[in-house]
């Protein structure tokens, strides 16, 4: 007999040590990779094998270890390379290796405890069974008595319908579920008959969910400039040689990156690799699957959040067994399992919303990256404005830099207009639309085009504020103002999701002089509709709650039932509409206030990605930004749509400031119920790495530690919130020092490796 080290799947965040269980004969086949059923802490749980080990000699101790009750599934959950990721993770990210390990199992538990009472509802147990339940169907399949039965023919004079059925499954070469023989024109009275008689065998045959199946056309294979061919041929020839290697593939929007993606998936394919394409949003997997399917068919498999645990369960067995051979996913598809996994590509790959923002904070870039390094397969990063740090390792040779300058089509892109709201409210002109723009809207719907508006705050109002004393109306669980709905005439909370009524009266002095400012998606589209056959469909957190609720909206605006398409940064990303010939950005500056090192970049990808939505067809395209800063300069970098000017001044400040890429960051955010215990706690870890600095204990190059400051949004969910920043040239020492002291297992302690904001 033997023993295992297990790591505990529960979300407790100080689990960070492994622990030992006693393995009975009949479960002696266990290994590292298993999932298993353990007793802890009084409850069974689900924990994963981490490696076999021999069973304690210490007196005592055997008598006290406990038993592995159960393994889940009929094969280790986890292979060498999800194990070896796994392990990266933890480290890197600084959590547990269980927090890491659950990451790849869907749900994120595997196991379901159902309790069971007694006639008068005391509870007696509790039973425990696999939480990912497989969809079965009754499949039938013809017995030796049924093949003798249609060789001599007795059933075709008084039982035509049997003997055809008998036909028909003798030639199938697998077992046919009722609805399969139904298609075939066998009926179920029939099956019944022949089962009843022994000339056909039943069983429960194993189907696999799959919402996107569907019948497609076949794709055209269109001819690829000179650009794309010579990026292909980069990949290709890695795929090839089974080399790791990173490509940033850099392609002005419209250049035709999806058909580079394409040549490159296909032939990984055709290598007998799978292949891993990840997208930022749900609202994009539609349009890429469709074009995905019209080249793979059947083996393109699709996940997100909106599947149920169940279909992504069913998602994750067509990768591992090979029923599949391409995945497009968000965020979390970065942790399938696959057999033989020859290729990664990350789309849009600057997108912020490939970091997680809940423990464990992993980037879903770095993770891909880990996994094509335990694989040998090439990377492709695509994007018409790169993260700046992917930007600036191809300048430094790390990645190779494949450009895209043209758009295949020989369209040019859009003219950007910038329109100074300054000048509106002096003319008069309190819309929220600009007149150029209110023209430009009616003009482009009069010529049976389509436009797409984007403004990046949802709702109606975003605060109500008494006009006598100045309250602004907030959350009574976060530092935030209640932002006011239309659509059920409520006040929301954007962070605690807390509702409350549209205040008749001001709760601070009862006046009734209650006015609401600012402008959101709901208000947008009610001044949109005023407009002169404009159509609206609006696209944001609200409207799109439903399982398919982006791909029916697209689906709506890309059939011309709607001309004009309003919406949060949903709608300013990876959409290929080609009459689509306007694209109007309202408050074009407003991420540019925000006090984070990252806001100029995020603002001029946002601003240069929805401008590429226009103009993708045969007519050309015009963007209208609206702003209050006209001359700033980043404004106008994205008006030229010049990403490598953009890219020149932002290298610039971040290497006087110290920032990424140029240092390396870690943002510890601590959580308390009490401002004054969280303040704290914040300034004791402060005072920890500091003496650790001053003592020399602490090698970090270049190290700089700030805060501990307030967040942006000091209190979120009734918990106050503290952040202190650390930057070095390399963290692994701060990281050590941090993973060796009392703030390891401190609950109310985030780690945040590699922050994509500060604030």
């Known amino acids: ?132 339940k497989e969809k079965t169907v009754q499949a039938f399949a013809v017995t ?21 059925a008998l036909a028909v499954l003798a030639d199938a070469t697998e077992w046919l579920s009722a609805a399969e023989l139904g298609a075939k024109g066998v009926s179920r009275a029939v099956l019944k008959a022949l089962w009843e008689r022994g000339l056909v065998a039943q069983k429960e045959k194993r189907v696999l969910r799959n919402s996107y199946a569907r019948p497609v056309a076949v794709g055209e294979s269109l001819q690829l400039t000179a650009e794309q061919q010579l990026a292909v041929d980069a990949i290709n020839k890695s795929i090839d040689s089974n080399k790791q290697e990173m490509f940033l593939l850099q392609g002005i929007t419209g250049s035709g990156k999806t058909e580079v993606y394409l040549r490159a998936a296909a032939h990984a394919v055709d290598a007998g690799k799978q292949v891993l394409m990840l997208v930022p949003e749900i609202a994009l997997t539609a349009q890429l699957v469709k074009r995905f399917q019209a080249w793979f068919g059947d083996q393109i498999a699709v996940a997100h959040s909106k599947l149920s645990q169940n279909e992504r369960g069913d998602v994750w067995y067509r ?140 709702g109606y109002s975003t605060f109500v504020m008494c006009r006598d004393c100045g309250h602004t109306i907030t959350c009574p669980h976060c530092a935030v103002a209640l932002v006011y709905h239309s659509a059920h005439e409520d006040m929301r909370c954007h962070y605690c999701g807390n509702t409350a009524p549209v205040p008749t009266e001001c709760p601070n002095c009862h006046s009734r002089r209650i006015k609401f ?33 982006h791909e029916d909206i697209l689906r709506q605006f890309a059939s011309g039932a709607s001309n004009v398409l309003i919406g949060t940064q949903m709608v300013a990303k990876g959409h290929d509409i080609p009459n689509v010939t306007l694209v109007g950005v309202l408050s074009a500056d407003s991420a540019l206030n925000l006090p984070d090192y990252r806001a100029s970049e995020r603002a001029f990808s946002l601003l240069t990605q929805a401008a590429g939505r226009a103009g993708r067809g045969t007519r050309p395209g015009q963007v209208i930004f609206q702003t209050y800063d006209v001359e700033n300069e980043i404004i106008q970098l994205a008006a030229k749509q010049d990403y490598d000017g953009f890219a020149k001044i932002e290298l610039e400040a971040r290497k006087e400031f110290f920032y990424p890429p140029f240092a390396q960051m870690l943002k510890l955010t601590i959580w308390d119920k009490s401002d004054g215990e969280g303040l704290a706690l914040a300034q004791r870890l402060v005072f920890y790495l500091q003496r650790l600095q001053l003592e020399g204990k602490l090698s970090a190059d270049a190290l700089q530690i700030s805060g501990p400051f307030p967040a942006l949004v000091s209190k979120v969910r009734d918990l106050y919130r503290f952040n202190v ?35």
């Open 725 to 759: 920043l650390i930057k070095a040239k390399d963290l692994g020492p701060v990281k050590e020092a941090i993973l060796k002291s009392e703030f390891k297992e401190q609950k109310n302690i985030y780690f945040d490796v590699d922050p994509v904001s500060v604030v």
């Open 517 to 549: 400012f600012g402008t959101g998606t709901q208000k947008a589209e009610a001044e949109l509709q005023q407009l002169p056959d404009v159509r609206v469909l609006r696209m944001d957190q609200d409207s799109t709650m439903a399982k398919f609720a």
């Open 144 to 164: 030796e008595a049924g093949r003798e039965a249609l060789e001599s023919g007795e059933l075709l004079k008084r039982a035509r319908a049997q003997h055809g």
């Open 319 to 458: 990768m591992r067994t090979r029923q599949a051979q391409v995945l497009i996913g968000v965020r979390s598809a970065v942790f399938a399992p696959f057999a033989d996994l020859g290729l990664v590509i990350i789309d849009e790959e600057h997108e912020t919303s490939y970091k997680q923002e809940e423990r464990p904070n992993y980037h879903a870039r770095e993770v891909a990256l880990a996994r094509c390094r335990n694989t040998g397969a090439p990377l492709i990063l695509g994007s018409a404005t790169p993260d700046i740090t992917s930007y600036y390792k191809a300048l430094c040779g790390e990645y190779i830099h494949l450009r895209l300058t043209q758009r295949p089509n020989g369209s040019q892109l859009p003219a950007v207009h910038v329109v100074d709201m300054r000048r509106e409210l002096q003319e008069k002109n309190f819309s929220v639309l600009s007149r150029q723009l209110q023209q430009a809207l009616v003009t482009t719907v009069a010529e049976g085009e389509q436009a797409i508006v984007l403004l990046n705050r949802r």
């Open 1 to 132: 007999m033997f023993a295992v080290n297990v790591a505990i799947n529960l979300p407790v965040k100080s689990l960070f040590r492994q622990f030992t269980y006693a393995v009975p004969e009949k479960l002696s086949f266990l290994d590292r990779g298993w999932r298993v059923v353990v007793p802890f802490s009084g409850q069974k749980v689900e924990g994963f094998v981490v490696e076999r080990c021999a069973l304690p000699t210490a007196p005592g101790m055997l008598a006290k270890i406990k038993y592995v009750e159960a393994a889940l599934g009929e094969c280790p959950w986890f292979d060498n390379e999800m194990l070896a990721t796994a392990t990266w993770l933890a480290q890197y990210y600084m959590c547990s290796l269980a927090e890491a390990m659950r990451l790849f199992v869907p749900g994120k538990t595997s196991i379901r405890r159902q309790a069971v009472r007694d006639a008068a509802g005391h509870l007696l147990y509790y039973t425990y069974g696999e939480r990912l």
